[in-house]
Structures are given as C-alpha cells and as structure tokens.
C-alpha cells in the first residue's frame, strides 16, 4: 500500500503563520483601531510594504486570526456535542475545550473579548455573530438538559450561569501564558471543581428526588 504524501509546508506559508502570530499579539496589546499596518511591520521587523506582499490589509490579517481561532474551537465543540455524553461531562469537555484554544489562541481570544461588539457591525466580520449565537445554543442547550435530568439544580438560571461560565472561562486570556505552570487541562479541572459544585444537584437532594420518582412510580 503506498503511503499518503503528507502536504509540505511551503515557507512562504510558514513566515505567513508567523506574521499572524505577530499581528495577533499587537492586536490583543494595542487594540484594533490602534493598531497599524506599520506597527504590526515594525513588530515583525519588516517594512510596511513588505507586509502587503503577504496581506492587503489589516482587516484582512484580523478576519484570518479570527476566522482560523474560531474554526478550531468550533471543530472541538463540534466533537464534543457530537459524543452525545451527559450534561455535566459535556459542560466538562467544553469547558476543557475552551482552555485548549486559549492555550492555542490566546491572543485571538484576547482580540475576540476585547474588539466583537464593534467588528460585527461590519459585514465581513458578521461571522463572530453567527459563532455567538452558535456557542449560545450549545452552552444553554447543555445546562437546560441538566436541569431537566436533575444533574444540575432545579432551581438553576441557565442564562445567568451561562454568562458566569462564559466570561469566567474567557478572561482567561488576560493572565494565561503557554508553558506557564499549569497545562489547560489543568486549570480546566480545576476550574471544573469550584462551578460545579456550585451548580450540581447535592447529593441529599438527589436522593430525595429519587425517592419521589420510586413513589410516584
């Protein structure tokens, strides 16, 4: 059998990678409308006109850091809602989900937090709309299976846990460094620990919902 080839990468492709890598950084630093095609340069120890070689411009640098975070973060979301798991191992496998793209994207995250509310008005930014409201329904939709399969509190506000979980998760990005001590699978359990005990069902009270269904059974 021969073997499959796998695709070189070019090193074009390669310094294409790195000047994102850059830009992403001066982004999540300096703020979108701050940011320069000349600062963005300057980082990347080039000249202005050399960076159009690669890109024609910086809102086409930005669609790209957000368009490739949000394509990966979406492909483990998507395997994730696909294992049909229980809610509580769903809500664990997103929220572990979650700090693996900032470990990945921490800048992007960075420049997602910071800059959505005004990109969006944009048309070629409207896909962070779409990715919203995607990233809703898959976060609502698991906390509302666990209330009404009593793994989480019956008297649980979804949305306002919804939000919690969100920011708390993404604000991440602010202090999180890759190689830093923790690896995100750690810090996601960590994480995991302190909500989750604040939002699953005590065991008294499982207990006694048990017993309700025994006797209305």
């Known amino acids: 059998m021969p073997t499959k080839k796998k695709p070189q990468v070019t090193a074009a492709a390669v310094r294409r990678g790195e000047l994102l890598n850059t830009a992403a950084e001066v982004f999540a630093e300096h703020g979108y409308n701050a940011t320069t095609v000349r600062r963005i340069a300057d980082h990347a120890g080039m000249l202005a006109g050399s960076l159009y070689y690669h890109f024609d411009s910086k809102e086409s640098m ?22 049909e798991l229980g809610p509580r191992e769903t809500l664990e ?39 919203q409201r995607r990233f809703e329904r898959a976060w609502l939709s698991t906390l509302e299976r666990g209330v009404a399969e009593h793994v989480f509190r019956s008297d649980l506000d979804v949305r ?58």
Request: glycine share 6%; charged share 25%; net charge negative.
């Open 62 to 83: 930005l669609e790209e850091i957000l368009r490739t975070f949000l394509d990966e973060l979406w492909g483990g979301y998507d395997t994730v809602l696909a294992a």
């Open 93 to 131: 496998a997103l929220v572990t989900e979650s700090f693996r793209e900032i470990d990945r994207h921490r800048a992007a995250v960075a420049i997602y937090q910071k800059e959505s509310r005004q990109l969006v008005v944009q048309d070629r930014f409207a896909f962070l709309a779409e990715s």
């Open 160 to 217: 306002l846990t919804y939000r919690f979980v969100r920011d708390t998760v993404w604000v991440a990005a602010s202090w999180y460094r890759p190689g830093g001590q923790h690896s995100p699978e750690e810090i996601a359990r960590q994480y995991l620990s302190m909500v989750l005990d604040g939002i699953a069902v005590r065991a008294t009270q499982h207990e006694e919902h048990s017993e309700k269904s025994e006797h209305s059974g």
